[in-house]
């Protein structure tokens, strides 16, 4: 605010110190303001970098552009009507952002219009919203409607960034717009998503994380310090629920969000997003150091979970959704803000995109300066559960001719977006999925798809245990289809261990059947001589009375050969079973290999062929399948399997070896190694060491896989001969067949 006082005019000395102090205490209360994610002083900061030549300025001048073109259009705040991805849904979305980003832009240009295309577009909404009832397209049994949107979520992704928007031009505004805006439009919507909804607002769930963080930085906003206190603390205060107790329950000591990590990413935005306005509102309570700075943590873990730059699509996960996202753009700029590590520089630079904040300032300047460090992708098993002792979702990384990662998943249920999935896997190489998961059956924001929330079929086909990679006793799913029941019970990781010959795991669960006990080793093992790697797959079933054991496997590509016979339905095919998944599936092919190798070879879209090997006793019927059964609507996308079953049977082991190999190019029309290099495998267990011999590729393999929890033995013999052991997994190269 600027004084300017006549130099004609004579003041009497108490009303020029009148003067003074109310000159004072307006200019404190107009730099009140904003005070959630920037401030003041950033704002000075921000303008100051705009002011050279680098990435700040580059992304503030494309997000100019784009601002500038949605000012000149008309506000459009239409009485909503639409659920997800409908017309009104999407303009709301519109609104919100653009109100944020429009205010943004006001602070670092002082240029009036911003400031006015937020204040009418939010007094539009305070005409409109007193008038509202709750959304017409609300979904009554699953979760709380709106007003603005169908579900209340989204209703609180509004708040986030609308009072932010209200933040940023609060002093632009007159006290009566400021009385309209908070009268009939912000403090509505607080109490309307805490008050008018406690269970979703005490929810320990992402709903009530964006829930907590609309409400907590309207409170800082607002000058309501018990609705920030609510929203840490829950509504009683008491500490049962709240931003605080979501921080306790959801994340594990690693930094993994108990819904996997499509949600992880989702919920980090509100996490960074309030923690950030907490930081600069109540530092004393020092929220990145909370629970050993497990936010801080938990972006990281994001990174992690990630292979060529998307998430792994566990649980209710949409596979597009990557390291790109806005999210975890908000959180890597936090994170580098917050510890300076430079490594975060390199995700920056991957996700090439600069927000407009004190953080997104600061990682520009960095990338500018060129202080970017490799980040370092490594094999982890991330504990889950509040104290990571409910299983964990373990990430093996190989770089061997390409970058290879599997998932492995001994986790728990992950609430209502879990899915009935223990034990399942998938892997990858050069940058594609060959071992698949279906992920969430859903197209996001499509309305013509069921309103673009989840489908049916999400129900009845991609939460059931058939749709993954892990065996289904008597074709029902495990815990029988039952979420609570699910969220009760998660395996046990009984071990991990990594070193120079790969990586290994074990994991175990008893609970998912009520006479059952499924155990699964899987080890992503390097070939240093061949610079390949492979993946051996051990799952043994042990039941107390016959079943028929069914272990699908989900392959990205096509089919080019097997070395036993099947027969195929070309004229007429039928569905697998009748429920459970199983009819989603058609019937494509059947045939049951003799004793010894089983082989199926596929060719992904990466120009790579992946043989799996199965080691199989004369009892197993291999079944062909794709989805697209009992599906009128054609909801599902089509997905290929091979379940190998066993009928009639108290226990099973299912071996099989993974084996990448070869290349074609239909470019340069060549192709080479198409066959698979495995020319035999044999297996052996003594207790918790298991041995598997394989030829390939004129190289004979003797690898040690031991699943103790903690394996001791530095030794073992085989074949009456003596070999050494490290821990948990060890290569020895037998010999090297001359030429």
Known sequence: MLLRISSRTVYQPFALIFLLI???????????????IVTNADIEQM??????????????????????????????????KDGGGGYTHEQHKQNYQAMYTAGMFYQLTQQQKYAEYVRNMLLDYAELYPTLDVHPKRKVKSQNP??????????AMWLVYTIQAYDLVHDALSAEERQKIEQQLLRPVAIFLSEGQPSTFDKIHNHGTWATAGVGMAGYVLDEPEWVKKALYGLDKSGKAGFIKQLDELFSPQGYYNEGPYYQRFALLPFVTFARAVDRNDPDLKIFQY??????KAIDTTIQLSYNGLFYPINDAIKSKGIETIELVHGVAAAYAITKDPIYLDIAQQQNRIVL???????????????????????????????????????????QNGEQALLFKPASQGLGHGHFDKLTWQFYDKGNEIVSDYGAARFLNVEAKFGGRYLPENESFAKQTIAHNTVVVDETSHFDGDVDKGNQHWPRLITFNNNQFGTLAAGSIDSAYPDTRLDRTLALVNLSELKRTIVIDIFTVNGNAPHQFDLPLYYSGQIIDTNFPYQANTTSMHAVGKKNGYQHLWLTASGTPDSGLAKVTWLNENGRFYTVSNLVDGRETFLFAQTGANDPDFNLRNEKTIIRRVADSPRHTFFAVLEPHGEYNPSEEYTLNADSDVSSIQYSKEGSLNLVEVEIAEHRYLIALDTAKTPTSDGFYYNGQSF?????????????QQE
């Open 357 to 399: 904040t004190a953080d997104g300032m600061q990682v520009a300047n960095a990338l500018d300066e060129g202080s970017a460090k490799p980040y370092p992708f490594k094999s982890v098993a991330f504990g889950d559960g509040r104290d990571g002792d409910q299983g964990a979702l373990v990430v093996m990384r190989a770089e």
């Open 291 to 296: 629970r050993d700075s497990v936010l801080l």
């Open 146 to 155: 709106g007003k603005l949107f169908w579900q209340s979520l989204n209703e």
């Open 47 to 80: 303008r100051l970098a705009l002011a050279d030549k680098g990435r700040f300025h580059s992304a503030f001048e494309k997000e100019k552009q784009r601002i500038d073109r949605l000012i000149k259009e008309s506000i459009n705040v239409p009485v909503p």
């Open 22 to 36: 109310w000159a004072v205490a307006s200019f404190a209360a107009e730099s009140k303001h904003p005070h959630l």
């Open 724 to 736: 050494a052991m490290q821990k948990g997994l060890t290569v020895h190269l037998l010999n090297r």
